[in-house]
């Protein structure tokens, strides 16, 4: 039961930190602010607001009573009234209105009832506290004839419950707007915190985050920038060895590949340097690899503009590209080149037709790359991702690499939030799908 509710309230009440600290500190002034007007409402409103109609009611049982007993000095008795308490009072012959005009949700049509009932019965009064603005319309059966009162509203009603609701809802809604602007300027550097951490996920380089808001926020926002410094220096220092090793390593294979065309024996001398240029391949592709986080600036491309210089660089008429629509998005515009470039290049020589499809959804692009080949087991579809992997049957991806093509790949695109899902093609060849977020 208590699991239940517990859900059901995880799923009412809002995600967001700024709304639930806003229902923290708006909550309790609410509710204080109901409890007081009940209580206000219940024993101090209502019990004053009966004790003003009742003693309304008295006075017109009074002058029901004098006219009833002394028609003679009635009219003196209604020029007092009308002269110290503002009433107006008529003798009526005609009949007696049948149509209530009383409302039946007012507190105070509800109050004037039932005074005036326990005081001249059922069917013997009638009432409007509507017909005027500012006088409420009372008839009293005498007899034969009716008696008309026209009274001032202050005499039904006491008018404070205005000033107090009045009093009391404007400086709740003040505090309330005066925690809007605190909360926000306390959630704004949450905000921002936030904004880096997806930034940097992304594999974009914070370089301008300033720690900022109360003490624990600039911790953790500090630990963040120390945290987002030694990843980048790590990196930094992979991207700088590897290069470093390649540039020592080409200087003896350069070597190397003097001394072998210096050689009489051709055959040999070709086999070893076709043995050295896999080598050299091999270092490319270490270094590819090691600079997929290099420091690129993100900007907003439009993925139009890219296929379309993939298309002019590659100059192949087996490869077909359709844009469904217009995407932009933000990230890095060289390294997603790279990838889609890499996984089009190996359709191309595994194939012989390769198929590109670009459309959006409500929030992401998604790219579809089909090719002819001989396409890749099911079973070894999370295991191209991993690096140094080589697939040696059905499709020999990195023949001549060293099995780092699709796991650069999909380092790149989860670096900008988005996924990559291989699957079988319509033409029985491999299918990527790359769905990236704008």
């Known amino acids: 039961m208590f699991s239940g509710l517990n859900k059901f309230l995880k799923y009412i009440l809002p995600k967001r930190l700024f709304y639930r600290a806003l229902i923290i500190v708006a909550a309790p002034t609410i509710i204080l602010q109901l409890i007081i007007t009940v209580v206000f409402y219940d024993s101090i409103w209502i019990k004053a607001n009966k004790n003003v109609t009742r003693s309304l009611v008295d006075q017109l049982n009074t002058i029901k009573e004098v006219y009833e007993n002394d028609k003679k000095n009635f009219d003196f008795l209604t020029d007092s009234y009308k002269n110290n308490f503002n009433f107006e009072i008529g003798i009526n012959r005609g009949d007696f209105p049948i149509v209530s005009g009383e409302r039946k949700f007012s507190p105070m049509d509800r109050s004037l009832r039932r005074e005036l009932k326990s005081s001249f019965g059922n069917n013997n009064y009638w009432f409007s506290t509507s017909k005027?603005?500012?006088?409420?319309?009372?008839?009293i059966k005498s007899n034969d004839e009716v008696i008309e009162f026209l009274v001032p509203k202050e005499m039904v009603s006491t008018s404070s419950v205005r000033l107090f609701v009045l009093w009391t809802t404007l400086p709740s809604i003040l505090l309330i707007i005066i925690a809007l602007i605190?909360?926000?300027?306390?959630?704004?550097?949450?905000?921002?915190?936030?904004k880096a951490a997806e930034r940097f996920g992304k594999g974009d380089y914070v370089n301008d985050f300033r720690a900022s808001g109360a003490l624990e926020i600039r911790k953790a926002a500090f630990e963040f920038d120390r945290m987002a410094k030694r990843i980048n220096r790590h990196l930094n220092q992979r991207a700088e060895m590897l290069s470093g090793i390649s540039h020592d390593l080409r200087t003896p294979l350069t070597r190397l590949k003097l001394q072998l065309e210096m050689l009489n024996q051709k055959e040999i001398s070709k086999k070893m340097s076709k043995d050295i240029d896999e080598m050299e391949s091999m270092l490319d592709d270490y270094l590819q690899f090691a600079k997929?986080?290099?420091?690129?600036?993100?900007?907003?491309?439009?993925?139009?503009?890219?296929?379309?210089?993939?298309?002019?660089?590659?100059?192949?008429?087996?490869?077909k590209i359709i844009i469904k629509d217009n995407v932009e998005l933000k990230g890095r515009p060289n390294a997603l080149k790279r990838s889609f470039e890499n996984i089009i290049q190996n359709g191309l020589i595994y194939g012989t037709n390769v198929f590109v499809d670009i459309n959006k959804s409500a929030n992401r692009a998604l790219i579809t790359i089909e090719d002819d080949g001989p396409g890749i087991p099911e079973d070894q579809y999370k295991n191209v991702f991993k690096p140094f992997f080589r697939l040696d049957k059905s499709r020999s991806l990195n023949q001549s690499g060293v099995g780092l093509g699709l796991a650069i790949v999909e380092d790149i695109v989860n670096s900008h939030g988005g996924n990559i899902q291989l699957g079988k093609s319509k033409l029985n060849g491999l299918q990527v799908k790359i769905s990236l977020p704008f």
């Open 132 to 139: 005027f603005k500012n006088a409420v319309e009372i008839k």
């Open 182 to 194: 605190f909360l926000k300027n306390q959630t704004k550097p949450l905000v921002k915190l936030a």
């Open 292 to 319: 997929t986080q290099s420091q690129e600036t993100t900007s907003k491309i439009d993925l139009k503009n890219i296929f379309n210089l993939i298309e002019s660089e590659l100059n192949n008429s087996n490869l």
